[in-house]
């Protein structure tokens, strides 16, 4: 299955202090702002968030080991120009940002956040501290569209488990191990249907989607905010994307190193393609699952999850089993941010924290407890 995935990393200083300078960044890159800038065997780009730089493979690409390279290849040459000045952190959410110190996007397509910000404010974490990794599925057709977004909707709780790794904000870490996904769910509150509890309900056709973006569309026309009709504005867990054909996931934080990233791949990625897989399907149970999993990760969820990575190795090609075994070490010891939360609680150290997975990033390492 052709994949294709966009990391989102923030831009530090010294003592990791994130800079709002991605547009210095993609001008010294690219010379300008606008557009994928090609940095080594990856591209950049800009995020919202003007301390966020997002990298992208070259082309998406049906072997994860290629998107790894291309990725991790920009990883490498953005340390190489930059070292120094800037060193790029993943997680969820940078650690010790604060509000104040954060700033939008202002090189054009303002329109865009004001739109966003007269609807939603967008002064708060759910919208300028959330660091993604964003998959892309491409479907052939609507029966694989339709079935790989309804399969999906229902891993959602367990790779939100698996995958959560944002369990600070301001230098705390004040519980929940997801906490991107608990400011997130509700940055757009005023207009529900668009991020709909992260998970969405189950479509039956192209048409159903599309009458849930009319849905969507109605509203922001009715406050007055056309300009935001497009696709992209739905915001659930999984959307469908029709100006590049593929199922787009959302909710899975950004991991410590583009290895990791890639283990998560794997994981959907078989699971999307076993038969008869025994999944909840009942919304409401779904978004219980998806709260506990936001607040506790794997906790609460091993035995499941153990279950699913076993058929998840059934299911996996040569080239997913190298990854697989990361997603099983993080059944069985807990998400990246249950790990680095115990850390801190044992430590107090967020400094060091974050020195290690600025390494990790610049190696290509998954983080492993000490």
């Known amino acids: 299955m052709k994949t294709g995935t966009e990391h989102e ?24 702002w606008d557009g994928e800038m ?5 591209k950049a780009c800009k995020e919202l968030q003007k301390h966020v730089l997002e990298l992208i493979p070259l082309v998406p690409s049906e072997r994860l080991s290629d998107l790894e390279s ?18 790029l952190l993943g997680l969820g959410m940078h650690p010790t940002l604060s509000l104040d110190r954060a700033q ?50 229902c891993l959602l709780p367990f790779l939100i488990a698996v995958s959560a790794a944002s369990p600070f904000v301001e230098g705390k870490a004040p519980g929940p191990v997801d906490n ?45 905010a056309g300009v935001l009709c497009e696709e992209w504005v739905a915001s659930s867990g999984v959307i469908v994307r029709f100006s590049r054909p593929c199922i787009e996931i959302k909710a899975i934080d950004e991991q410590e190193c583009v290895f990791s990233d890639m283990a998560l791949c794997a994981f959907v990625r078989a699971l999307s393609r076993a038969r ?9 149970t779904l978004v219980a699952m998806t709260e506990r999993a936001i607040r506790a990760g794997t906790a609460g969820l091993e035995d499941e999850l153990a279950a699913l990575y076993r058929r998840a190795e059934k ?36 400094q060091g924290i974050m020195q290690d997975l600025a390494m990790c990033l610049e190696e290509n390492r998954p983080y492993v407890a000490l």
């Open 70 to 87: 291309s990725v991790q290849g920009g990883v490498r040459e953005f340390s190489r120009r930059f070292a120094g000045r800037y060193r």
């Open 9 to 32: 990393y923030s831009l530090n200083g010294p003592g990791f202090v994130p800079l709002p300078e991605s547009d210095l960044v993609l001008a010294e890159i690219g010379g300008g």
């Open 180 to 224: 991107r996904l608990l400011f997130y769910r509700e940055n757009q509150a005023r207009i529900p249907a668009i991020c709909n509890g992260i998970v969405p309900a189950p479509i039956t056709s192209i048409a159903d989607y599309r009458d849930r973006l009319s849905g969507m569309y109605a509203e922001l026309r009715a406050q007055g």
């Open 38 to 42: 090609p940095l080594g065997s990856a």
């Open 315 to 350: 299911e996996a090609t040569v080239d997913e089993r190298r990854y697989l075994p990361l997603v099983r070490r993080r059944i069985e010891e807990g998400s990246l941010g249950q790990v680095l939360a115990e850390r801190f609680s044992d430590t107090g150290d967020l």
């Open 276 to 284: 008869d897989l025994p999944l909840e399907e009942d919304r409401d």
């Open 104 to 153: 939008v996007w202002d090189h054009g397509e303002g329109e865009y956040y004001t739109a966003y910000d007269r609807l939603f404010d967008i002064r708060q974490h759910g919208w300028l501290n959330i660091q993604a990794l964003q998959v892309n599925f491409e479907y052939a057709d609507e029966s694989r569209l339709v079935s790989l977004h309804n399969r999906i909707r």
